[in-house]
């Protein structure tokens, strides 16, 4: 009952949402999707993982006020004291070339840092033939602090989502270019050396964010229905790239009925444990929690290199059950908000969510693509959320101001003397 109350709850609110809006694929929408989407297959494919209607209830909190949050902007953009901007695209040849340039050297720059980070992983293992076959103890090494990681590639690192979010504005507009592989390239690599599999699941989020504004900017028709075909090639993308993932970590590649088992298994944890995770939360965990601790969970990396909190292995080292048989240590965006701000902060983070994401949704639309940089971001985190806040890895706190900045970089054309902004 839980699951089709907060499923008919998602359904009504993305219905009116769409009431004032030219698409379903408003924030709002989006999230409603999504969510949506997640429930239905954990009903469907892992109907013993737990859920409850306190969960439901959270959720349905933080959902309408995202939805208040975009009522109040939609409001105030069309208030007529409000200064009307007039965006237009950048599409002299001089700016498109000076994109074009800052994105790749950008994408290289993550490329390289990515390239030392996987031969650092190379020589701890003595070999690319060792390294191969090293499977679990990848993680392992890594989370012991026994692999050495050059700082320098670590700083190059933090640049993949940025080259990433610039490669997918540029696509928007100016359509596919090879520059778009580079920072899909670092990415892969990244990936690969630590054995993970949530880089290439935002990569593949990210590429979809850029595809939504790619339509909305050609100013297709049927959006939605033309973002059945991407879907239907994703989805499957995605369980392959799970199904190489765990089976390079467990260093197994055969095809028979445990294997099949365990995978689906650990599947079902990382798609649905989410939602499952934060339901035990709340259940067992929550009831005991006193104080808060304003931001240590939802920005765990940036706390940890800052020195304020270690980042545990996965943020948290807590694994709870899911299911009657299956434990996790993955909550959603939820749980890290209400540790770490309570419930009324968590209503107040949807709120500020709804208030951004509608400017810069209806700014993109006018044709910023600065707008459209914030947007491919700010989708990618609510298409992610069911599994964990994405302010929890630096690389994506920085791409939020680095590639809009480099965006307003190159509408500025240098010259000897002094720089002319072009009009």
Do not use: H
Not at 71 to 77: P, S, V
Not at 336 to 342: N, T
């Amino acid at each position: 009952m839980s699951y089709l109350l907060l499923i008919g709850l998602l359904v009504i609110v993305s219905q009116m949402r769409k009431m004032f809006a030219t698409s379903y694929l408003s924030p709002t929408g989006v999230f409603c999707g999504i969510w949506i989407i997640i429930l239905l297959l954990m009903r469907i494919m892992a109907p013993d993982f737990y859920f409850s209607f306190e969960a439901a209830f959270y959720i349905s909190v933080f959902v309408c006020c995202l939805f208040i949050g975009e009522l109040i902007a939609y409001g105030i953009l069309r208030k007529e004291w409000v200064p009307t901007v007039s965006y237009t695209y950048y599409t002299s040849d001089d700016y498109k070339k000076r994109l074009k340039k800052y994105t790749i050297l950008i994408s290289l720059m993550s490329l390289i840092g990515s390239i030392i980070y996987l031969k650092a992983f190379i020589d701890f293992f003595g070999s690319f033939a060792q390294f191969l076959i090293a499977g679990s103890l990848i993680r392992e090494s890594l989370y012991a602090g026994s692999i050495s990681i050059p700082v320098i590639s670590l700083i190059l690192g933090l640049l993949s989502y940025t080259a990433i979010n610039l490669s997918m504005t540029y696509y928007t507009k100016f359509g596919f270019n090879w520059i778009q592989i580079i920072p899909f390239l670092s990415v892969v690599i990244m990936s690969f050396s630590q054995a993970a599999r949530a880089g290439l699941v935002i990569l593949i989020f990210q590429l979809f964010a850029g595809k939504i504004f790619r339509l909305f900017t050609k100013k297709s028709k049927n959006i939605e229905l033309k973002l059945f075909k991407p879907i239907l090639i994703i989805v499957p993308i995605l369980i392959t790239v799970f199904v190489l993932v765990e089976s390079f970590r467990q260093q197994n590649f055969e095809v028979n009925n445990s294997k099949i088992e365990d995978t689906s298994a650990s599947f079902s944890v990382y798609a649905f444990g989410g939602v499952a995770g934060f339901a035990a939360y709340l259940n067992t965990i929550r009831p005991y929690s006193e104080n808060l601790t304003y931001g240590r969970y939802t920005f765990s990396s940036l706390y940890d290199i800052l020195g304020i909190a270690r980042s545990e292995p996965g943020v948290y080292n807590q694994y709870l059950k899911v299911s009657p048989s299956l434990t996790g240590n993955i909550y959603s965006i939820f749980r890290p908000l209400m540790e770490d701000f309570g419930v009324v902060g968590l209503m107040i983070w949807a709120l500020l969510l709804g208030l951004v994401s509608n400017y810069f949704f209806t700014n993109s639309l006018k044709g910023s693509l600065i707008s459209i940089s914030y947007c491919i971001t700010l989708y990618t985190y609510m298409m992610f959320s069911f599994i964990a806040p994405l302010t929890q890895f630096n690389s994506f706190i920085l791409s939020c101001f680095l590639s809009p900045l480099i965006i307003f970089i190159a509408k500025i054309k240098f010259s000897p003397i002094v720089p002319k902004i072009i009009k």
